[in-house]
């Protein structure tokens, strides 16, 4: 599963679809066949759960603003990554940190 290696080294470059498949040397079909039977989701779906993922770290880690911890999570804006954000963890970014902040 090295396009799933391929996707997380470069979550903040925003990887689509083809450029994964191209890496991976498999056709777009295959790949999204490949997400469906592995990981039981999509490809766009995988993808925002490794930014989620990168982004939760970056916040309880980090003080950068919620701007580049959306850029550096690979989301195209900060208000995209609110929405995406709240839907999956029930909390703004700003919640999310003011509660997980590791280095206070």
Same mark, same amino acid.
């Given at each position: 599963m090295r396009w799933l290696g391929y996707i997380s080294e470069n979550i903040?470059?925003?990887?689509? *679809?083809?450029?994964t498949a191209k890496q991976a040397n498999v056709s777009n079909a295959t790949l999204k066949r490949l997400f469906? /039977?592995?990981l039981g =989701? =999509?490809?766009s779906?995988?993808?925002n759960l490794l930014r989620l993922e990168k982004s939760r770290h970056l *916040?309880?880690? /980090? !003080? *950068? =603003?919620?701007?580049?911890? =959306? %850029? *550096? %999570?690979?989301f195209k804006s900060a208000c995209?990554?609110?929405k995406v954000f709240k839907a999956h963890m029930s909390v703004t970014? /700003?919640?999310?940190r003011s509660k997980n902040l590791? !280095?206070?």
């Open positions: 903040e470059n925003v990887p689509n *679809l083809t450029k469906k /039977t592995y =989701s =999509s490809f779906a995988q993808v *916040l309880a880690t /980090t !003080r *950068l =603003s919620i701007d580049c911890v =959306s %850029s *550096l %999570s690979g995209y990554f609110n970014p /700003t919640a999310y590791w !280095r206070k």
